[in-house]
């Protein structure tokens, strides 16, 4: 007759040997702990990439413009970039509305940054071809958003000469540290109205100070749409 308890160690032994078998199956299986099967990725040849790393690509540069900015890092289900030069966070104040804004919240549309003065007749001519742009973009895809970077110039007049000449534009007077922040950023020449400065911020955060100087609504349309509208 079998001994009991001799009986029950050898079958606490089976059941052990059995678990320890079980765990280094599934351990050798490769089954993910989130419940999907993980498979082993392709061997790849040497010097070749990975399928899942992402193709380079350069993005196209309006001619004469100076390096844009990198692009900030982001998966291709990331649709809106992080805006975080001083510049672009530092709030500002809309004359329309009297609302305060970021010129980071506008990330994710092609942002085209514009400096002028009140009394600046190629600021105004300059405003007219950006309206006469925006007609043919998506209106969605674009905002125009307009600093005003003359110190003695107030927010009322540029209310006034916004409505008078029936711009959609987001008009902002700049503040010091914004205008410092620019000048840190693009230069001097950036606060010189005349010039017609204008900045683009593309769809994926890169930012690209355009050559000075007026530019039509075609030159607008291009920029803009190589730029992701």
């Not at 099967?37 to 040497?46: F, G, R, Y």
């Not at 003359?150 to 700049?174: C, H």
């Amino acid at each position: 007759m079998i001994d009991r308890h001799r009986f029950a160690r050898l079958s606490l032994s089976v059941s052990a040997m059995l678990f320890v078998v079980a765990a280094c199956s599934s351990a050798g299986s490769g089954v993910a702990t989130s419940g999907s099967t993980a498979s082993s990725p392709p061997a790849s040849s040497p010097g070749s990439t990975p399928d899942s790393a992402p193709a380079a690509s350069t993005a196209p540069t309006w001619p004469g413009t100076t390096a844009p900015s990198a692009a900030p890092d982001s998966t291709a289900d990331s649709a809106t970039p992080i805006l975080d030069q001083d510049w672009a966070t530092a709030e500002l104040v809309d004359v329309a509305t009297g609302k305060t804004f970021r010129i980071a919240d506008h990330a994710g549309k092609v942002i085209i940054l514009e400096t002028m003065a009140i009394w600046c007749p190629t600021c105004r001519s300059q405003q007219n071809d950006v309206r006469s742009a925006f007609g043919q973009l998506a209106a969605d895809s674009v905002v125009h958003v307009v600093l005003d970077t003359d110190p003695s110039e107030n927010a009322g007049s540029l209310a006034d000469y916004r409505k008078s000449n029936s711009y959609k534009g987001v008009y902002a007077i700049a503040t010091a540290k914004v205008a410092r922040a620019l000048v840190r950023d693009f230069g001097d020449q950036i606060l010189n109205a005349p010039l017609t400065p204008i900045v683009v911020i593309g769809t994926d955060g890169r930012v690209t100070l355009t050559d000075f100087g007026r530019k039509s609504p075609s030159d607008i349309v291009s920029l803009a749409q190589a730029n992701g509208a």
